[in-house]
């Protein structure tokens, strides 16, 4: 097992060891800087050097998942949540912990002007546990941002797909974004419970805002028209754009039985003369 | 043993299958409904799955086989109230029950019904006179 001093030589140099990380710090940040304040920072600094020592003093460096780390764990990953919920970039975060090095190994040089080989031990000690720090804080880093664009992609699904009653039994589901086939499923069984609720027969699904339709996208929407046929509704596909017309027929997809319309107006014209309606000048 | 009742309403029948289908229920039914339809010459056949949560391909083939049947005895079939699951199942599968006609509730399948029934009469009326 390898015993290291850096306990005592941070408990030794705490004061001036936390000023002068502090400051590198704000340094390093620069521009960056007006995102924290700085009493925040002397703070997260203080807890870091704070749990680092209580961990030395107490475990090997060999292991970080270790109990005795479970402290200093939680306060790096604290921290990278924090910031990258704040704004800051990867680099940016893991600088808090890199930075350490070079105030540390300058109290280091202080400690052992004469031996230079525990100085080189104890600096490699240092350099390969602070790495192992900062690659951990970039983990937590990408975790929580993973974490933020799974929320916006769950909640961009949810606005995406409204289905709205534009006369008695006439449905309009106006289609905006690229569809998938997590976002079909959702738009399917969206369309499909509205049909029943509304006791609806007639469904204008319009594509204006579908940038692009290639097989898959048809696909899903062949398969969305053919369930609301099987519920006994008839589905129209409108909006299509002159681009997107010649990309159906270039990809040779079929889209016989299914009534296309150019735009939404034709298409409700066509739903109202379905249901033997007539729209006269008042 | 379980039955699935027929019910006579005007000149149509109306099936309601709330029990799991199996081989042996398929036939009593075709052989119970074809009967009924020459019995009571009726014209139209309404078939209302809304109680089915789960469909499979043998229903499926069932559904496509009535109306065939029903189709040569000169009556038309209508599947109302599907489940949307059911659909979207149903299509994930391939089954889009070509031939068969479908309506959202039994209300609807009806005014289907009438509606075919009536165009029918305004032909045969025509070629008549």
Sequence with gaps: MRKTRLADIIEKYESSLLSDWVDIQTKALGRAGGRITDSALRDNSHDFVQALRLSLSTA??????????AGLRDILANLSRQR??????????????????????????????????????????????????????????????EDVIIRQQQEMLELSTPVVELWPGILALPLIGTLDSARTQVVM??????????????????ITGVPTVD???????????????????????????????????????????????????????????KKSLVVTKA | MDRIPILRIG??????????????????????LTARIVRDSARGVLIDISSLDIVDSFIGRMLSNIAGMARVLDAETVVVGMQPSVAITLVELGLSLPGIRTALNVDRGMELLQKSLESEGATAGEQNG
């Design chain 1, 215 to 273: 097989t898959l996208v048809a696909q899903h929407l062949l398969k969305t028209v053919s369930a609301a046929r099987l519920m006994g509704a008839e589905c129209i596909i409108s909006g299509i754009r002159p681009q997107i017309a010649q990309t159906i027929i270039h990809l040779g997809v079929d889209l016989a039985g299914v009534i296309t319309k150019a735009n939404l107006a034709d298409a409700f014209r066509l739903a109202l003369r």
């Design chain 2, 11 to 32: 000149p149509f029948l109306l099936v309601t299958i709330q029990v799991d289908m199996h081989d042996q229920l398929a036939m009593v039914l075709q052989d119970e």
């Design chain 1, 84 to 145: 990258a919920v704040m704004g800051f970039s990867p680099a940016e975060t893991a600088t808090f912990v890199f930075s350490f090095k070079s105030a540390l190994f300058k109290r280091l040089r202080e400690a052992y002007p004469d031996d230079a080989e525990t100085l080189a031990e104890e600096t490699w000690l240092a350099t390969d546990l602070l790495d192992r720090l900062g690659l951990f804080t970039t983990e937590v880093y990408q975790k929580s941002r």
């Design chain 1, 189 to 206: 069984q969206n369309l499909l419970e509205a049909l029943v609720a509304k006791s609806a027969d007639l469904a204008i699904v319009d």
């Design chain 1, 60 to 69: 090997s460096t060999d292991d970080l998942q270790a109990p005795a780390w």
